[in-house]
């Protein structure tokens, strides 16, 4: 790590989140000095439970490390970059989820707050930032946004002052967490799906239904009572008698939600049993409920997918007609949370800066991306930048090829009047010039580009 001059004027950070970690961590290995802000404990959110620094709030997944995949990539970009949190922190506190990079969220959060702590180029600040009046009136003042889909009111307000921009907002999901020792072992089986696992053992725990619980369980879900909206525009709309008023991501839909769409949308989402088989009759399920690891100990685990905005009560009684789970305790209830984030197209540049105030950064879910893994991504590359500008340099932006560079490219290049977050996938990656036809191999071509394209840049001389 490069030397950090006493006198170096430091970079704020605002959110000790995914993304305000990994960009703090890139500015002290650049030989800058960070700020960053943290308002919890002293503020706390919807949805967050300690005040440790990285926390994850809702799945406890990184997804896929299967080869050349679009999640896989933008890891390996990411490692490639020398990323705290994807390439240091997470392959220490990992517990099994076949293919998937699952952490122990307690001991990835710890480990993320012991690393960043005792850094002395990092100095943390347990505040709330609600101005933002420094950075907009004093060009020499840096600071990267990092505050997270659950931004205070306040600092949301001032940002949408600073921009000119309404907010824009959707709602947001987490999945139920269960006591190991409430599932019956009995019903549920262990198995990964089609046999995938990294090491060759069963992952996940299955809960498998039959078409009569399947239809029972269906028939509750749809008529449970639902927590109402605690946004003030979605509570008049509904008191007028709308429904489905909540604008949720497409890509992380409640249960109940789904199930609205028609009978069988649980069936081919995430209760498909595809790729399973119940030991006890030697044949698929109907549908299935898979349980994924919390923790390192295998003391509790998570319902895939089962994110829901019933009531607490409701939820016990309607969880508990899972095969397996009918003595279920439930450690964490399924909620529903607010998401903030900015019209990125409209604001940023490619290195993430506002156009208007360049010495002012986004990055994490409020500069417009879904996900644990592309929110770090977001504040590597922030932090890279804020560095580069505190020193005085130039930085050059991701190369399109990479999955880094399309994200940032789909952050502030999309259509901004009908823009919506997104996840990494390989949509937003340039298309081949000759794609071979078969998809794996395509696939597998398009990660190789990547790979040599994002080897080329950071070969190239800094400017």
Same mark, same amino acid.
């Given at each position: 790590?490069?030397?950090?001059?006493?006198?170096?004027?430091?970079?704020?950070?605002?959110?000790?989140?995914?993304?305000?970690?990994?960009?703090?961590?890139?500015?002290?290995?650049?030989?800058?000095? &960070?700020?960053?802000?943290?308002?919890?404990?002293?503020?706390?959110?919807?949805?967050?439970?300690?005040?440790?620094?990285?926390?994850?709030?809702?799945?406890?997944?990184?997804?896929?490390?299967?080869?050349?995949?679009?999640?896989?990539?933008?890891?390996?970009?990411?490692?490639?970059?020398?990323?705290?949190?994807?390439?240091?922190?997470?392959?220490?506190?990992?517990?099994?989820?076949?293919?998937?990079?699952?952490?122990?969220?307690?001991?990835?959060?710890?480990?993320?707050?012991?690393?960043?702590?005792?850094?002395?180029?990092?100095?943390?600040?347990?505040?709330?930032?609600?101005?933002?009046?420094?950075?907009?009136?004093?060009?020499?003042?840096?600071?990267?946004?990092?505050?997270?889909?659950?931004?205070?009111?306040?600092?949301?307000?001032?940002?949408?002052?600073?921009?000119?921009?309404?907010?824009?907002?959707?709602?947001? #999901?987490? #999945?139920?967490?269960?006591?190991? $020792?409430?599932?019956?072992?009995?019903?549920?089986?262990?198995?990964?799906?089609?046999?995938?696992?990294?090491?060759?053992?069963?992952?996940?725990?299955?809960?498998?239904?039959?078409?009569?619980?399947?239809?029972?369980?269906?028939?509750?879900?749809?008529?449970?009572? #639902?927590?109402?909206?605690?946004?003030?525009?979605?509570?008049?709309?509904?008191?007028?008698?709308?429904?489905?008023?909540?604008?949720?991501?497409?890509?992380?839909?409640?249960?109940?939600?789904?199930?609205?769409?028609?009978?069988?949308?649980?069936?081919?989402?995430?209760?498909?049993?595809?790729?399973?088989?119940?030991?006890?009759?030697?044949?698929?399920?109907?549908?299935?409920?898979?349980?994924?690891?919390?923790?390192?100990?295998?003391?509790?685990?998570?319902?895939?997918?089962?994110?829901?905005?019933?009531?607490?009560?409701?939820?016990?009684?309607?969880?508990?007609?899972?095969?397996?789970?009918?003595?279920?305790?439930?450690?964490?209830?399924?909620?529903?949370?607010?998401?903030?984030?900015?019209?990125?197209?409209?604001?940023?540049?490619?290195?993430?800066?506002?156009?208007?105030?360049?010495?002012?950064?986004?990055?994490?879910?409020?500069?417009?991306?879904?996900?644990?893994?592309?929110?770090?991504?977001?504040?590597?590359?922030?932090?890279? &930048?804020?560095?580069?500008?505190?020193?005085?340099?130039?930085?050059?932006?991701?190369?399109?090829?990479? &999955?880094?560079?399309?994200?940032?490219?789909?952050?502030?290049?999309?259509?901004?009047?009908?823009?919506?977050?997104?996840?990494?996938?390989?949509?937003?990656?340039?298309?081949?010039?000759?794609?071979?036809?078969?998809?794996?191999?395509?696939?597998? $071509?398009?990660?190789?580009? &990547?790979?040599?394209?994002?080897?080329?840049?950071?070969?190239?001389?800094?400017?």
């Amino acid at each position: 790590m490069a030397s950090t001059p006493d006198n170096a004027r430091p970079i704020h950070i605002i959110g000790g989140g995914l993304a305000g970690c990994e960009a703090a961590w890139q500015i002290a290995r650049a030989g800058g000095r &960070a700020i960053l802000y943290e308002m919890r404990p002293a503020k706390s959110t919807q949805a967050h439970k300690t005040d440790q620094l990285a926390e994850l709030v809702c799945s406890n997944s990184l997804k896929s490390e299967q080869e050349n995949t679009a999640p896989w990539l933008l890891k390996e970009e990411l490692r490639k970059l020398g990323s705290l949190l994807i390439g240091t922190i997470a392959p220490q506190t990992r517990v099994p989820a076949g293919h998937a990079l699952t952490v122990d969220r307690d001991l990835f959060a710890a480990e993320v707050s012991r690393v960043i702590e005792a850094e002395p180029a990092i100095e943390i600040r347990r505040e709330e930032i609600t101005s933002l009046d420094e950075f907009k009136y004093d060009p020499r003042a840096i600071c990267i946004i990092a505050s997270g889909p659950l931004t205070s009111n306040a600092l949301a307000q001032d940002i949408a002052r600073l921009t000119g921009s309404e907010r824009l907002y959707f709602y947001d #999901s987490i #999945s139920p967490i269960v006591d190991a $020792e409430s599932i019956d072992l009995s019903v549920a089986f262990r198995a990964s799906r089609y046999g995938k696992s990294l090491d060759g053992t069963d992952d996940y725990l299955n809960c498998p239904f039959d078409k009569p619980q399947y239809e029972a369980f269906l028939d509750a879900l749809l008529a449970a009572e #639902s927590v109402p909206a605690h946004i003030e525009e979605d509570a008049a709309l509904q008191a007028d008698g709308g429904k489905d008023t909540a604008r949720f991501f497409e890509a992380c839909l409640p249960i109940e939600e789904i199930a609205r769409r028609g009978r069988d949308t649980l069936r081919f989402g995430p209760m498909k049993p595809m790729g399973l088989t119940d030991p006890r009759t030697g044949r698929r399920p109907y549908a299935v409920v898979q349980l994924r690891m919390e923790n390192a100990r295998a003391g509790s685990y998570n319902l895939v997918g089962f994110q829901n905005h019933m009531r607490f009560g409701e939820q016990q009684r309607v969880l508990r007609m899972i095969p397996g789970l009918e003595r279920a305790e439930i450690l964490r209830y399924g909620q529903v949370h607010r998401n903030t984030y900015i019209n990125g197209p409209a604001l940023l540049t490619a290195k993430l800066q506002l156009r208007e105030y360049p010495n002012i950064f986004f990055a994490g879910q409020i500069s417009g991306v879904e996900g644990y893994v592309e929110s770090i991504a977001t504040g590597l590359v922030a932090g890279r &930048a804020a560095a580069a500008l505190a020193a005085g340099a130039e930085v050059e932006a991701f190369p399109r090829q990479t &999955a880094i560079g399309s994200l940032c490219a789909y952050v502030t290049g999309a259509d901004p009047a009908n823009y919506q977050p997104a996840n990494i996938t390989f949509d937003l990656l340039p298309k081949l010039e000759n794609p071979p036809r078969d998809k794996k191999v395509r696939q597998t $071509e398009v990660c190789r580009r &990547a790979i040599e394209a994002l080897d080329s840049y950071l070969l190239a001389p800094v400017p």
